[in-house]
């Protein structure tokens, strides 16, 4: 079982910068892909970012390539997503996701509560 737990969302302003983290507790951590989804308000979750568990493969939804990075430490058991040049498009509920290998949300195993962010133009 792992349980994870977002922070780091806010309103920004269009331009600025936004360092998400998702700490998780569970013991296989570090045997887990993990990731990011978002979804905006009247449209569906969708897939943003995944890492793998040794952090070699990474992969990124075409709108944020580029503009965000994800990262891992595994001896922290957390996972970061650093958000560059942030559009009013980017506005949406970040959930963390665990144990997944696709870029469904229906793949996903284990999702955060998932932390507001906000861009204004």
């Known amino acids: 079982q792992v349980q994870l737990v977002e922070s780091g969302g806010g309103l920004v302003q269009a331009g600025d910068s936004l360092r998400l983290s998702c700490a998780a507790s569970?013991?296989?951590?570090?045997?887990?892909?993990m990731g990011w989804f978002r979804q905006a308000p009247g449209k569906e979750r969708e897939f943003v970012t995944r890492i793998s568990w040794s952090g070699l493969s990474i992969y990124y939804a075409d709108s944020v390539k580029g503009r965000f990075t994800i990262s891992r430490d595994n001896a922290k058991n957390t996972v970061y997503l650093q958000m560059n040049s942030l559009k009013p498009e980017d506005t949406a509920v970040y959930y963390c996701?665990?144990?997944?290998?696709?870029?469904?949300?229906?793949?996903?195993?284990?999702w955060g509560q998932g932390t507001q962010v906000t861009g204004s133009s």
């Open positions: 569970g013991r296989t951590f570090g045997t887990y892909a």
């Open positions: 996701a665990a144990n997944f290998g696709g870029y469904s949300p229906r793949t996903v195993g284990y």
